[in-house]
């Protein structure tokens, strides 16, 4: 089995600079937008079937973030991106 921390990380807040950018770097590589990554949130690497499964803002017609009306939080969804091959490890 693998490790969880090799294959999931979870997001509470934005890291601080220069992790940050490391990051952002690492999803761009990806072809993941990293202003599309929810945080509070999570990032998956799935190895067998070259996906990268993570926590997303719901967009709106109108380019901005979905409010619950309920709830006033932004509404999140997890979506996956297909890669061509597997994912790149994690930044340290």
Known sequence: MAD????????????PE??????REWLRRHGVDP???AVSGGIER???NYWL???SFEWGPDGLPVIDPETRDVVTVDRVFQL?????????
């Open 84 to 92: 061509e091959g597997p994912p790149l490890p994690f930044p340290d």
């Open 4 to 15: 969880d921390a090799a294959t999931y990380r979870w997001f509470e807040r934005l890291p």
């Open 35 to 37: 202003n599309d990554v």
């Open 53 to 55: 499964i993570y926590t």
């Open 18 to 23: 220069p992790e940050l950018s490391i990051w």
């Open 46 to 48: 799935d190895e067998q």
